[in-house]
């Protein structure tokens, strides 16, 4: 059985890489989006190729990391090909209360989005646990595949593509700049923390019952749960001893984890409501653009983990922003 399995598995592989991802992505399209795209609908008043990044709503669209990955990547594609590149990023809030164009205005002009299935076609792909090179360079040929159509002048992108993450701290930067009430709680932030700091971050999802995510997650036990933070902040104490003389900014999902650190003088943890940008009901979403934006700036950033707890590219990507090196502790 063994055997049987190390010869299937690749076949299967293929197999997904080959045929069943691009079926079910152009299915989805067919069943899903094709509703929202009608011939009857308002064309556009810019009749200009252009390629829009979508978070309106209209199926899940990740994290605040997965959104940011994806406007690089998209970015990227359209300095390559000559096209015009657009944000139209509206659900749950609109992205310029938090973040807005720095050295390019990819904001979209009144009358320039259209729905109209003559000028624009919707492209989509699920998120993935892959990250080799392999997944990279299927997401690269079936961008190139989708939006090489030219009987469309619109292309709407619904996805959390990544392939071009090795340009992620420089194109984040042509892209986008803190809206001002943002850079103003930053500069307050940072004077409280000080002109070195480390980041450590930690992401739960459900597992300490404080957090809601998208999707359901796990849920620990109750002493499954104390013994779990007692760990965690074991390793907050564990990395002031290599940084005696840095604060440590942590950033986490759990607001039981951020008051269980609290307890540790040398900690600071921004205040705010803790939410999952693709979950309708937060009011507002500062705390996590700024732990985002102030991951990038600290000295050294790190990320603890141990199971059950989840990975997550949010430190990274904002250490990335910030061209910091990423340290992903494992304990």
């Not at 669209?61 to 990547?73: C, I, K, N, Q």
């Not at 603890?304 to 430190?315: E, K, L, V």
Request: hydrophobic share 35%.
């Amino acid at each position: 059985m063994k055997n049987f399995k190390e010869f299937i598995q690749p076949a299967r592989s293929w197999a997904n890489y080959a045929f069943f991802r691009r079926y079910r992505y152009a299915r989805t399209i067919r069943r899903h989006f094709r509703q929202y795209y009608t011939p009857d609908a308002p064309l556009s008043a810019f009749p200009e190729r252009s390629v829009i990044c979508m978070a309106d709503g209209k199926c899940h669209h990740g994290g605040l990391a997965d959104r940011l990955r994806s406007f690089v990547t998209y970015y990227s594609y359209c300095k390559e090909h000559g096209r015009r590149f657009g944000i139209h990023s509206v659900f749950p809030f609109p992205l310029e209360d938090y973040l807005v164009p720095n050295l390019y205005d990819w904001r979209l002009r009144p009358g320039e989005l259209t729905f109209n299935s003559t000028q624009a076609r919707a492209f989509y792909m699920d998120n993935t646990s892959e990250k080799d090179q392999r997944e990279r360079d299927f997401q690269r040929k079936l961008s190139e595949r989708y939006l090489s159509d030219e009987t469309h002048i619109q292309h709407h992108v619904y996805s959390s593509f990544f392939y071009a993450e090795a340009d992620f701290g420089r194109y984040f930067h042509e892209l986008f700049r803190p809206a001002p009430q943002i850079a103003a709680l930053l500069e307050k932030e940072r004077k409280a923390l000080g002109a070195d700091y480390i980041s450590v971050s930690a992401r739960f999802l459900e597992l300490l019952g404080d957090f809601k995510e998208p999707k359901a997650t796990r849920h620990l036990t109750p002493q499954e749960q104390t013994d779990l933070i007692r760990r965690c902040v074991g390793q907050i104490e564990r990395l002031h001893a290599l940084h005696p003389d840095h604060r440590i900014l942590v950033t986490s999902d759990s607001r039981r984890f951020i008051q269980a650190c609290a307890t540790l003088p040398y900690v600071h943890s921004t205040a705010g409501e803790i939410s999952h940008v693709d979950v309708k009901g937060a009011t507002d979403h500062s705390k996590t653009f700024l732990d985002f934006l102030l991951i990038a700036d600290a000295a050294h950033v790190y990320q603890i983990r141990t199971a059950p707890m989840y990975g997550g590219n949010f430190s990274l990507r904002a250490a990335q922003a910030g061209n910091r090196p990423h340290n992903l502790i494992s304990f």
